[in-house]
């Protein structure tokens, strides 16, 4: 099946009881038993629910997986896959990720005996060579998040499975539309579904794909003994973003391409990081393992005077200055004082993530109009 129509169908069917074609959005906490012990496969809506259940199954569809699980945000997915570990175990970490990831990493986890080693995950060797008797998880993010790096999740992978460790990939900034982590040897995939699979900025969640069956029961047990699941109007709101996910990247990735270039030319501008770029650091592996390039775009100006990145954030129209990525609409951040604030200054500029980076999302209006957006607001 193509994936346009995978995209489409992914977890639908129709309602047995009306013959509905939508989901229906089961909206009840809980469900008659027959008899004690005896149900129609529903006990209680924190454990399972009909409307989640459909997009459970088109999370694992989309992504090539044979089991997905919703949570209520894509830190609950990720804080699901970190109560995998006991105290001593190691994660090996991107240092270039979302500092949301980072925050929930250092700041609770760690107080739980887990050891975090941060690596540049672009370089295989770097990675390898992290890896101890106590090594249990490698977490890497491609493309990142801010900085557009590249990771190549295959030979990754190689090094997960011979140390005996589970790789999860945050696969939120390409979508299954242009990267399917597990068809490279990812054992967890992981989305904020909040971005590009939701896409209308109006709702919050996460999830997780994986192909292993008794990783997903402890998953599955995570999921519902700590109880972080989205609802099911959550639930049917994701379901109906995913159906136009495969039009909706196509825009993402053809707007983006534009911008990124011209932004390139721009002569205020210093540079652009984007992975579609031939001569960007990680383009070879991005076009082996991606399908596009994407529509996440960060940037420099030559004039990084914190008043003047300023003074650019907050005279834009069509970009709007927000948290979150992935909308149909076009939004403009401030890693180091927004999505990043919570990772330490010396931290950020160690990697790469200066102080006068600008990220946008680069939505599906009218790119010619984003332009003389972006080009008013440099001037």
């Known amino acids: 099946m193509k994936l346009a129509t995978k995209i489409i169908h992914a977890g639908a069917e129709p309602d047995p009881s009306t013959g509905a074609i939508m989901t229906p959005i089961y909206q009840t906490s809980t469900y008659v038993q027959q008899a004690p012990g005896v149900n129609k496969g529903y006990e209680y809506a924190r454990s399972q629910n009909p409307t989640r259940k459909a997009l459970e199954d088109a999370y694992a569809i989309i992504e090539n997986a ?30 270039d990720m979302y500092g949301g990831s980072y925050r929930l990493f250092t700041k609770v986890w760690e107080r739980y005996n887990i050891k975090f080693i941060y690596v540049d995950t672009t370089n295989a060797a770097n990675v390898k060579a992290a890896v101890t008797v106590n090594t249990k998880l490698i ?10 790096n590249i990771t190549d999740i295959a030979a990754i992978a190689l090094i997960a499975k011979a140390a005996g460790a ?35 900025s109006d709702v919050i969640q996460g999830c997780l794909m994986m192909n ?16 972080a699941v989205p609802g099911p109007m959550d639930c049917f709101l994701v379901l109906r973003g995913i159906k136009t996910l495969h039009v909706r990247m196509k825009q993402h990735c053809e707007n983006g391409e534009k911008i990124a270039h011209w932004l390139r030319k721009h002569p205020k501008v ?38 003047e990145v300023k003074r650019v954030l907050s005279s834009t129209h069509l970009f709007s200055l927000a948290e979150s990525l ?26 790469g993530l200066s102080d006068g980076l600008i990220r946008i999302s680069v939505g599906i ?11 008013k607001a440099i001037g």
Not at 68 to 93: R, Y
Not at 186 to 199: F, N, P, Q, R
Not at 365 to 370: I, R, T
Request: glycine residues 10%; proline residues 5%.
């Open 326 to 351: 992935g909308g149909v609409e076009s939004l403009i951040n401030h890693p180091a004082s927004m999505t990043h604030a919570s990772i330490p200054r010396e931290e950020r500029i160690k990697n």
């Open 212 to 227: 292993d069956a008794a990783l997903r029961e402890k998953l599955y047990f995570i999921q519902k003994s700590c109880g």
């Open 365 to 375: 209006e009218d790119a010619d109009d984003l332009i003389e957006d972006l080009n």
């Open 166 to 200: 589970w790789l999860c990939v945050d696969n939120t900034f390409a979508s299954p539309y242009l990267q399917n982590p597990m068809d490279l040897g990812a054992d967890i995939v992981m989305h904020s579904a909040t971005k590009y699979l939701g896409g209308h």
């Open 66 to 95: 044979k089991y997905g699980l919703a949570f209520g945000s894509g830190v609950a997915a990720t804080d699901s896959v970190m109560k995998l570990l006991n105290p001593g175990d190691e994660v090996i970490a991107a240092n």
């Open 270 to 307: 210093a540079k652009v990081y984007w992975p579609g770029f031939d001569d960007s650091a990680g383009y070879a592996v991005a076009k082996k393992q991606m399908r596009g390039f994407g529509g996440m775009i960060s940037f420099e100006l030559k004039n990084e005077s914190e008043t």
């Open 139 to 148: 977490w890497v993010e491609t493309p990142t998040n801010p900085l557009m």
